[in-house]
């Protein structure tokens, strides 16, 4: 099924290229590139050597499993054709009650079993959570929670994103995460195991990509109202490609001053700047996700929803219409956030405000 999955993705990916003129490389933020398009979150097909170590542990066990079920199986093949009831036979088979060596046995041999299993689970455990060594030029990105998305922070470059990852393949990038409300949890299956990320607290997750392509990856925590929808999108680029995408977000802003996107950006500072940041400019506020760069982003709305500019516009109509959230407990004095409120916002409102974001390149 996954070799046919696979061939079909391959002949898919072709035509894509062969259809873009002067295309000489598959393009990472493709979202053709999806890594095992049809099964994007299936742990069974790892992309990286952190979840390679757990695709291992996990067929270790499974074949342990299938011999002791294949061999308990076999005795009690065993036992029923040995020991039916025959014609013929009139008194019936000897009846055992308790035999100490046996039940010794049958309690050493899971308990050594057990014992075998577990040390290899325990060692990965420690060894999926250390931090890289300093030779292993990592990358460091910050990873916060929130109800009902995920921001990215660079420190080595300075910017914040939403949502959507961009790493380097070939490379660990180390994650210390925490989260400003409820605990949620970071899982990329074919990157990593899911580690929690609790508030108050920096858990540590280091994850790589082998190949460039895109993985996908969700809250693993339920969260409130929009958990399903709380998703997130790593891109893997090599290094030179990743570079220039990281200087890209590293810049500010550039505002439109003329045209619809100037009478959005009017809008923006006074409806949207109250928790959303664009840098460069006066909007500075990290309630909600980072707009700086949001024309470069694949997706919004926590991952869920493509780019479009139909999708933003049944948005900036009425966000929790496209995903559930509780705008009305939203308390900016506390900082406690709880989704975007519909603002009522007129259709030329609406009209700027969609001709500024795709400036925001
Ligand atoms: Cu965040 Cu579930």
Same mark, same amino acid.
């Given at each position: 099924?996954?070799?046919?999955?696979?061939?079909?993705?391959?002949?898919?990916?072709?035509?894509?290229?062969?259809?873009?003129?002067?295309?000489?490389?598959?393009?990472?933020?493709?979202?053709?590139?999806?890594?095992?398009?049809?099964?994007?979150?299936?742990?069974?097909?790892?992309?990286?050597?952190?979840?390679?170590?757990?695709?291992?542990?996990?067929?270790?066990?499974?074949?342990?499993?299938?011999?002791?079920?294949?061999?308990?199986?076999?005795?009690?093949?065993?036992?029923?054709?040995?020991?039916?009831?025959?014609?013929?036979?009139?008194?019936?088979?000897?009846?055992?009650?308790?035999?100490?060596?046996?039940?010794?046995?049958?309690?050493?041999?899971?308990?050594?079993?057990?014992?075998?299993?577990?040390?290899?689970?325990?060692?990965?455990?420690?060894?999926?959570?250390?931090?890289?060594?300093?030779?292993?030029?990592?990358?460091?990105?910050?990873?916060?929670?929130?109800?009902?998305?995920?921001?990215?922070?660079?420190?080595?470059?300075?910017?914040?994103?939403?949502?959507?990852?961009?790493?380097?393949?070939?490379?660990?990038?180390?994650?210390?995460?925490?989260?400003?409300?409820?605990?949620? @949890?970071?899982?990329? &299956?074919?990157?990593?195991?899911?580690? !929690?990320?609790?508030? $108050? =607290? *920096?858990?540590?997750?280091?994850?790589?990509?082998?190949?460039?392509?895109?993985?996908?990856?969700?809250?693993?925590?339920?969260?409130?109202?929009?958990?399903?929808?709380?998703?997130?999108?790593?891109?893997?680029?090599?290094?030179?490609?990743?570079?220039?995408?990281?200087?890209?977000?590293?810049?500010?802003?550039?505002?439109?001053?003329?045209?619809?996107?100037?009478?959005?950006?009017?809008?923006?500072?006074?409806?949207?700047?109250?928790?959303?940041?664009?840098?460069?400019?006066?909007?500075?506020?990290?309630?909600?996700?980072?707009?700086?760069?949001?024309?470069?982003?694949?997706?919004?709305?926590?991952?869920?929803?493509?780019?479009?500019?139909?999708?933003?516009?049944?948005?900036?109509?009425?966000? @929790?219409?496209?995903? &559930?959230?509780?705008?009305?407990?939203? !308390?900016?004095?506390? $900082? =406690? *956030?709880?989704?975007?409120?519909?603002?009522?916002?007129?259709?030329?409102?609406?009209?700027?405000?969609?001709?500024?974001?795709?400036?925001?390149?």
């Amino acid at each position: 099924m996954i070799k046919r999955a696979r061939l079909r993705l391959s002949f898919l990916a072709l035509v894509v290229l062969a259809s873009v003129a002067g295309c000489s490389s598959a393009d990472p933020t493709n979202l053709e590139s999806i890594v095992d398009g049809d099964y994007p979150q299936n742990s069974l097909n790892p992309a990286g050597p952190q979840a390679r170590q757990i695709d291992d542990l996990f067929w270790m066990v499974f074949w342990i499993a299938v011999a002791v079920f294949v061999l308990v199986m076999l005795a009690m093949l065993v036992a029923i054709v040995r020991y039916r009831h025959r014609e013929g036979r009139d008194r019936p088979v000897k009846q055992v009650h308790g035999n100490t060596r046996l039940e010794i046995v049958w309690t050493i041999i899971p308990a050594l079993i057990l014992a075998f299993i577990a040390v290899p689970t325990i060692a990965a455990i420690f060894d999926l959570r250390s931090p890289p060594e300093p030779g292993d030029n990592a990358l460091e990105i910050e990873v916060i929670g929130h109800q009902w998305w995920w921001e990215f922070r660079y420190p080595e470059y300075g910017f914040s994103t939403a949502n959507e990852m961009h790493i380097p393949a070939g490379r660990p990038v180390f994650l210390s995460m925490t989260s400003v409300d409820v605990i949620h @949890s970071f899982w990329v &299956p074919q990157l990593n195991g899911k580690r !929690d990320v609790v508030p $108050g =607290r *920096i858990s540590n997750l280091t994850i790589q990509a082998d190949a460039p392509g895109v993985y996908l990856g969700q809250c693993a925590e339920f969260c409130g109202l929009a958990h399903a929808d709380m998703r997130h999108r790593v891109f893997a680029h090599d290094e030179a490609d990743f570079e220039a995408w990281a200087l890209a977000q590293a810049q500010p802003a550039l505002i439109p001053t003329e045209g619809p996107a100037a009478g959005g950006w009017d809008t923006f500072q006074l409806v949207c700047a109250a928790c959303h940041a664009v840098d460069g400019t006066e909007a500075t506020a990290q309630f909600a996700p980072n707009l700086t760069h949001f024309a470069s982003r694949t997706s919004f709305g926590g991952a869920t929803f493509d780019n479009t500019e139909e999708h933003l516009r049944q948005w900036l109509r009425n966000p @929790s219409a496209m995903k &559930p959230m509780d705008p009305d407990r939203n !308390d900016l004095a506390s $900082g =406690r *956030i709880l989704g975007m409120p519909d603002f009522g916002l007129t259709e030329e409102q609406i009209d700027g405000l969609i001709a500024l974001l795709d400036s925001l390149k």
